[in-house]
């Protein structure tokens, strides 16, 4: 091996190794015939823990209610969440160190609300996920609200921003995969990529 490789497989090794130190591993789990979240509001103050999933079916009483929980609660409308984005929050908790619950911010929002909020706010995706049902924002550990960014990272679905703002949050999303910190911003494009996408695949279902 030169000189070259031996220093690469090095600079790997050492990568990999603080890579293992930062990242949590699996430390709890639901049985494998289930899947619960356990959540709470910080805007609202409601809880919910609901097992959603189960025997490989996904329960149809348990989806309104969380429909309803991921509120836009400016406007006061549920949506039909994406399950995709359920079984991602479900695998981040699963990943995560904390026993809290995952602390809940922003789900479902309107086009009004969030036409509003990127108007009066910084780091508003006009065309946001949340308006899709496929994204939301949250955090769980307050002393360490990195480490679910974190989680989101090393599982790599979908998007994953990290906002260490003064009231510091997580955003993760069933769409095209894409990853920042803030005060970086999403990729441009994302929706339109995943509208292209989805297009695809409905004409190829169609033969």
Do not use: C
Request: glycine share 6%.
């Amino acid at each position: 091996m030169s000189d070259v490789s031996r220093r690469k497989a090095l600079q790997w090794g050492t990568a990999a190794a603080a890579s293992a130190l930062v990242m949590p591993a699996l430390v709890h789990a639901d049985a494998p015939y289930k899947r619960t979240l356990k959540m709470q509001s910080l805007n609202s103050g409601e809880k919910l823990t609901i097992t959603y999933w189960a025997d490989g079916a996904y329960l149809k009483d348990a989806l309104p209610r969380i429909n309803w929980f991921m509120r836009d609660l400016r406007a006061h409308e549920s949506f039909e969440m994406d399950v995709r984005l359920l079984d991602l929050l479900w695998e981040i908790d699963r990943h995560t160190r904390s026993r809290n619950p995952l602390y809940t911010m922003s789900g479902y929002r309107s086009p009004e609300t969030n036409a509003m909020l990127a108007a009066t706010s910084e780091g508003v995706d006009e065309a946001s996920f949340h308006m899709r049902g496929m994204a939301m924002d949250l955090t769980q550990d307050f002393r360490d609200p990195e480490a679910l960014f974190l989680v989101a990272k090393k599982l790599g679905r979908g998007g994953a921003g990290f906002y260490p703002t003064k009231r510091p949050f997580v955003h993760v999303d069933v769409g095209p995969k894409d990853l920042w910190r803030w005060p970086e911003k999403p990729r441009e494009g994302r929706a339109a990529d995943f509208d292209r996408s989805d297009a695809e695949t409905a004409a190829k279902a169609k033969g």
